[in-house]
């Protein structure tokens, strides 16, 4: 059997804190985990379905917690991007994405054939995306060529940055560009509308963020780009072409409807996660170890520079492999294999023991090594 | 909880009877049921993960398995096809695609913006798609501009008809137009190798013939195509443009690989299934219910025209939802409720004893509503 090494690890991988399923979850994704399982009473299209409620999530539950006109399922927010870029794309055309941007929104406009501009952050300690400069770089963009969409990540997957996408949004609306928020990191975390940010489209990703399993992603959108982006099929009447009818037509999105009421109520309670992440960084601090990215610190995810750790590397018998190794001995997994002086982790949904046994574990390593 | 209504039922749902899940996948399922979860050791590519073994499924299993030279994983039958198209795809360009294709690949056509020339079929009673036909559509369209890309589905998902794959390749060969082979009932059900069939691309459905949790997909190609559809990213060197980086990363491509070993050794039983599915067919026209498509049949997939139950529909309490009902009662789930003069259905891994049960429900129903 393929056996995962790292089930019961106290996880603090950014990338899997907030993708743990819920027990619901588990339950329905062995219920439904025959693959097409979805479609047992399919009338043509997955968003329709009735039984499971597919029909209500979709088009009830998710445009009320994305704050949106329409929502739609996709697999992944990297394809919920696409969409958007493939469906607005012109020949010629430009997309500006702030710096911090994930490597897929980047890949995505490659795909979708346009021209990138990227909005530079502040660079160390803060790598900040300044609303000043994304305008600075739109109308740079503009005497280059037509701007068909904007792009902010929110907050980004490096340093955990949360920019002031209102702001932006507003930039962005003046400029008349649509705007693309990548919430990503924050889609199910923390509470986020898209009609209170004022842009045109938000993406979220449900193995993320959302307690689901892979792949599945969200997407919500205004409705004055339902004809642009929800364009249907010519002979295939009920097919819309940027979804090839249909997305996630299998058990993650059952995984995402199952944890969908955890997941509502788990975003009210993100001041306690905010806190908890504070708290986490200002103890690392007290051990020399550095969070860089924004401060106070406005999510679960950071970044940190570990001068000490690094330096212990260059000594230590494993090498730079040594902190990986002291982890996995305590059953902590998150932070990858061979970083010591740069890593980011994720304190999201950890106990409170939890995070005290985490900074155990740096100050007792930092301990044990300061006398090699 | 999500309850699935059908899940001890007799399933003969052609969408559904390749894609049941092995018990290795079931529990493959549950330990990597977490968001991610597949990444915990990944080094920046899912196809090069070494812990799950997934670099060898996808360079090595996956490619001998299929015939070819490299092969991908992909979120869906339908999006592999569409990366294909997206690659090859060129302004004005046109895809020949066969008159019994899945309209996934029509409207993937749409949105890689190519036009679409169809090779209709030889019409009732058995819709074959003639090699002779599939030329000459070639040759017209090949007058109206250029043909990037030609598509043979094989077989289809109405009829179950296998058309002459290899005739068809070397037509498209000669004409020097790389084919494109949608076995998305093919790979997992019966032995398909893209090097014998002499064509380009191969593309599978996990969920629909691989016993695996949806979405989940597998591309192979001849490694000519490499530099076009595998082209990389512009500042990302190891993220492939048309993947997006990665694809379906989580549970499904674990129930792909936990069931590999299962469905590699099912499909050296393939002579088994089409016997099954002959002998079904026979007695059902015993009843008075004819196969359409080819005869005799060499798929499990059966199309029927069953004159004698669209008679007792316009007899019946429920009308057409009768034999929908009459099934449902019997805990028999895949014909589509309403459907009674036309539909298809599948016997795929359906025990010896499960196959006269459903004839036994064919005749029972026919016979108690012959008396009213």
Same mark, same amino acid.
């Given at each position: 059997?393929?056996?995962?090494?790292?089930?019961?690890?106290?996880?603090?991988?950014?990338? !899997?804190?907030?993708? @743990?399923?819920?027990?619901?979850?588990?339950?329905?994704?062995?219920?439904?985990?025959?693959?097409?399982?979805?479609?047992?009473?399919?009338?043509?299209?997955?968003?329709?379905?009735?039984?499971?409620?597919?029909?209500?999530?979709?088009?009830?539950?998710?445009?009320?917690?994305?704050?949106?006109?329409?929502?739609?399922?996709?697999?992944?927010?990297?394809?919920?991007?696409?969409?958007?870029?493939?469906?607005?794309?012109?020949?010629?055309?430009?997309?500006?994405?702030?710096?911090?941007?994930?490597?897929?929104?980047?890949?995505?406009?490659?795909?979708?054939?346009?021209?990138?501009?990227?909005?530079? %952050?502040?660079?160390?300690?803060?790598?900040?995306?300044?609303?000043?400069?994304?305008?600075?770089?739109?109308?740079?963009?503009?005497?280059?060529?037509?701007?068909?969409?904007?792009?902010?990540?929110?907050?980004?997957? %490096?340093?955990? %940055?949360?920019?002031?996408? @209102?702001?932006?949004?507003?930039?962005?609306?003046?400029?008349?560009?649509?705007?693309?928020? %990548?919430?990503?990191?924050?889609?199910?975390?923390?509470?986020?509308?898209?009609?209170?940010?004022?842009?045109?489209?938000?993406?979220?990703?449900?193995?993320?963020?959302?307690?689901?399993?892979?792949?599945?992603?969200?997407?919500?959108?205004?409705?004055?780009?339902?004809?642009?982006?929800?364009?249907?099929?010519?002979?295939?009447?009920?097919?819309?072409?940027?979804?090839?009818?249909?997305?996630?037509?299998?058990?993650?999105?059952?995984?995402?409807?199952?944890?969908?009421?955890?997941?509502?109520?788990?975003?009210?309670?993100?001041?306690?996660?905010?806190?908890?992440?504070?708290?986490?960084?200002?103890?690392?601090?007290?051990?020399?170890?550095?969070?860089?990215?924004?401060?106070?610190?406005?999510?679960?995810?950071?970044?940190?520079?570990?001068?000490?750790?690094?330096?212990?590397?260059?000594?230590?018998?494993?090498?730079?492999?040594?902190?990986?190794?002291?982890?996995?001995?305590?059953?902590?997994?998150?932070?990858?294999?061979?970083?010591?002086?740069?890593?980011?982790?994720?304190?999201?949904?950890?106990?409170?023991?939890?995070?005290?046994?985490?900074? !155990?574990?740096?100050?007792?390593?930092?301990?044990?090594?300061?006398?090699?």
């Amino acid at each position: 059997m393929l056996k995962r090494q790292t089930k019961d690890f106290i996880n603090i991988d950014p990338l !899997q804190t907030g993708g @743990k399923l819920t027990e619901e979850a588990k339950e329905a994704l062995l219920e439904w985990g025959d693959g097409y399982s979805i479609c047992d009473f399919c009338e043509g299209r997955l968003d329709e379905i009735k039984n499971p409620p597919v029909y209500d999530f979709v088009h009830k539950e998710l445009p009320e917690f994305l704050g949106c006109d329409i929502a739609r399922i996709t697999t992944g927010a990297r394809e919920a991007m696409f969409v958007v870029m493939n469906a607005l794309a012109k020949k010629d055309g430009w997309i500006v994405m702030d710096g911090n941007a994930h490597y897929s929104s980047y890949v995505s406009a490659e795909r979708a054939k346009l021209s990138i501009a990227e909005v530079p %952050n502040t660079g160390y300690p803060e790598y900040l995306i300044k609303p000043e400069k994304f305008e600075e770089v739109l109308e740079e963009t503009k005497r280059k060529g037509e701007i068909v969409l904007a792009l902010i990540t929110f907050p980004d997957g %490096n340093y955990g %940055n949360l920019p002031d996408v @209102k702001k932006i949004s507003a930039i962005c609306r003046a400029h008349g560009i649509p705007l693309l928020v %990548n919430g990503a990191y924050a889609v199910g975390r923390m509470p986020v509308k898209l009609k209170e940010i004022g842009a045109d489209f938000i993406v979220g990703s449900g193995h993320k963020s959302m307690a689901s399993t892979g792949p599945i992603g969200v997407l919500g959108m205004n409705r004055e780009w339902e004809e642009v982006v929800l364009k249907r099929s010519k002979k295939y009447k009920n097919k819309e072409i940027e979804f090839l009818g249909c997305t996630a037509r299998g058990a993650s999105l059952i995984t995402l409807m199952a944890s969908f009421p955890t997941v509502k109520k788990r975003v009210e309670r993100w001041d306690e996660e905010v806190k908890k992440a504070r708290y986490f960084s200002s103890r690392m601090e007290e051990m020399g170890i550095i969070q860089l990215g924004e401060k106070p610190h406005n999510h679960d995810l950071m970044f940190f520079e570990a001068k000490i750790l690094y330096e212990i590397s260059k000594k230590a018998k494993d090498g730079r492999f040594f902190l990986y190794r002291e982890f996995k001995k305590r059953r902590i997994h998150g932070i990858k294999a061979g970083l010591t002086k740069h890593f980011k982790l994720s304190t999201y949904g950890l106990k409170e023991e939890e995070v005290e046994y985490v900074l !155990q574990a740096f100050k007792e390593i930092i301990e044990a090594y300061a006398k090699i």
